[in-house]
């Protein structure tokens, strides 16, 4: 059960933060090409400014602070959109691109996909997808936005270094979670990248753990699953020590496996090659590290042959 009086904080969709910058809820940008590509014309329609709303949760930009801020062509009230939608396009036969494969919030789309296609005049008869086009240019990254990934990733390696170090046996999970996200804040990260996973002992076994409610106990180790996100840009991040500050001997011959597996993956990362190349190489080179191991050759079953993707099987038992 959620809290019915609590608010939670908003977190802008990233295909409308990557176009517009904008970060408050109940936004909608509307791109119309005028005359042909790459000629257009940017419509943002936005809450409308409430002094009472925003006695209680902060300022609105409105239509002319939306327009000031994101540069764009035009702004409205988003009470409007349903209305100008109908009246402007639906009955022209445009071409209508929307994000028809992931609805992000039901009453607009409802007023979207209704105004256009459902009018009683309507010429439209197709909605196009735009995600995998949008997607395709949010790939390509420019200086601005490689600075604010290296920026996200440099605060979340500070932060792991410093949750580290305060790392000790009955330390519970949540506080080891505390001290990160208190670094990245200070260190200027707006948030986290999604609840951390903080995994001591036999918790790491679980694939999305993020109850983070168990002690650390001496002799165990505690997987680190986190990140930070800046300006739009997030860092994810996993690592794996000791909670008594040491490994023991088994401890470390399999966190340098897994490291060398680690470091031949990113010496392999480069133009043409596939994630899915990388993984079934880093499958390939797992597998090849645990069966060299004096633990595994006692305790697993080694096939003599591989299986039919390329990748060895092992079973341990």
């Given at each position: 059960m959620g809290c019915r009086v609590c608010r939670y904080r908003f977190h802008q969709g990233t295909d409308l933060l990557y176009m517009t910058g904008f970060q408050e809820p109940d936004a909608v940008l509307l791109l119309e090409s005028t005359g042909g590509l790459p000629e257009h014309k940017s419509i943002l329609y936005v809450r409308p400014r409430d002094p009472h709303r925003e006695l209680w949760d902060g300022p609105r930009a409105g239509p002319d602070g939306a327009a000031a801020f994101t540069g764009v062509t035009e702004a409205y009230n988003i009470d409007e959109l349903g209305a100008h939608l109908e009246q402007k396009y639906s009955k022209m036969?445009?071409?209508?691109?929307?994000?028809?494969?992931?609805?992000?919030?039901?009453?607009?789309?409802?007023?979207?996909?209704?105004?256009?296609?459902n009018s009683p005049h309507s010429h439209i008869d197709n909605v196009h997808t735009y995600t995998q086009l949008l997607h395709k240019l949010r790939l390509v990254k420019s200086p601005a936005e490689l600075n604010l990934m290296r920026k996200a990733g440099q605060i979340a390696a500070s932060a792991f270094r410093e949750t580290m170090h305060s790392t000790r046996p009955d330390v519970m999970e949540y506080q080891l979670e505390s001290v990160f996200e208190h670094h990245c804040k200070m260190k200027g990260a707006q948030t986290l990248s999604?609840?951390?996973?903080?995994?001591g002992g036999s918790r790491a076994n679980c694939l999305h753990y993020i109850t983070n409610n168990r002690e650390l106990r001496a002799g165990d180790l505690v997987l680190f699953d986190a990140g930070c996100e800046y300006h739009g840009y997030v860092s994810d991040v996993t690592r794996t020590w000791p909670v008594s500050g040491q490994f023991t001997a088994g401890q470390r011959e399999l966190y340098e496996a897994v490291l060398r597996v680690k470091q031949a993956s990113i010496k392999a990362s480069r133009p043409g090659v596939t994630l899915n190349q990388l993984n079934r190489s880093a499958a390939n080179m797992i597998s090849s590290e645990l069966q060299a191991m004096p633990f595994f050759k006692r305790h697993c079953i080694i096939p003599t042959s591989s299986s039919g993707t390329g990748t060895k099987k092992l079973f341990c038992i």
């Open positions: 036969g445009f071409s209508v691109w929307y994000c028809t494969e992931e609805y992000v919030h039901p009453d607009h789309d409802d007023v979207i996909i209704n105004s256009l296609t999604f609840p951390p996973v903080v995994a």
